[in-house]
């Protein structure tokens, strides 16, 4: 079954200190992954996608196919960071997009 | 700014009294999506619409029904709202299926609560 775990609710780290979100998927085919973000207060918004392999606000994500991972990562956290993070995997016979359950990263001053 | 709009932003029912969640979006999208987001879980997508096709999730409760009368709008209904539909229901919209074009904008939501 097609699955995606954010295994942490909470993150929270200091401004500067490096980041790392942590997603695993479960998918019998060729996945396609997301990081999507809400900010406090805004709506959900997609930050990048592996297929484009950029660097978004300072963040990247690789696909690591034979741990089945995608994690999020930015080197040195900022405290505008402070967001609910959602990883995401769409489902290429449906096109729909299964999500996690999200974590919440809290960047301290 | 071209963008994806919900009303109401919060709307409160009574048990079983039918209720219905609107989406707009200037994108001139071909495809919306709504989802129900269930407090501290994931969004859960319910049904999406390409163009004048409808496509239901196989779980998606009887209870929840759609329209889209047009390109620019679409409607969840919920027929008799059970204690168990109170959640954060999302608007999404996309291009299309491939490649690029399956980046899905989403609306700000709206939260109901039924009582």
């Known amino acids: 079954a097609q699955r995606v775990t954010q295994p942490e609710k909470l993150l929270s780290v200091f401004k500067g200190a490096p980041v790392e979100l942590k997603c695993n998927y479960s998918y019998s085919g060729s996945p396609e992954l997301f990081w999507y973000v809400q900010y406090s207060r805004q709506r959900l918004q997609l930050l990048l996608r592996h297929i484009s392999r950029e660097s978004i606000k300072g963040f990247t994500a690789d696909l690591n196919k034979g741990e089945t991972s995608f994690h999020l990562k930015k080197p040195f956290a900022q405290e505008e960071d402070s967001a609910m993070y959602y990883c995401?995997?769409?489902?290429?016979?449906?096109?729909?997009?299964?999500f996690g359950t999200g974590t919440l990263l809290a960047v301290q001053p | 700014d071209a963008m994806v709009i919900q009303n109401p932003r919060y709307q409160v029912t009574q048990f079983g009294k039918p209720v219905t969640l609107s989406c707009s979006q200037t994108?001139?999208?071909?495809?919306m999506y709504w989802y129900q987001q269930k407090s501290s879980q994931a969004p859960k997508l319910l049904f999406h619409?390409?163009?004048?096709?409808?496509?239901n999730e196989a779980d998606t409760p009887d209870n929840f029904q759609s329209r889209r009368p047009n390109t620019s709008f679409c409607f969840l209904d919920i027929r008799s709202p059970g204690l168990g539909d109170t959640a954060m229901y999302l608007c999404a919209t996309s291009r299309g299926y491939g490649g690029t074009y399956n980046e899905q904008f989403f609306g700000p939501g709206t939260r109901l609560t039924v009582l």
């Open positions: 995401a995997l769409r489902d290429g016979a449906t096109n729909k997009l299964i």
């Open positions: 619409y390409y163009d004048k096709d409808f496509n």
């Open positions: 994108l001139n999208h071909n495809v």
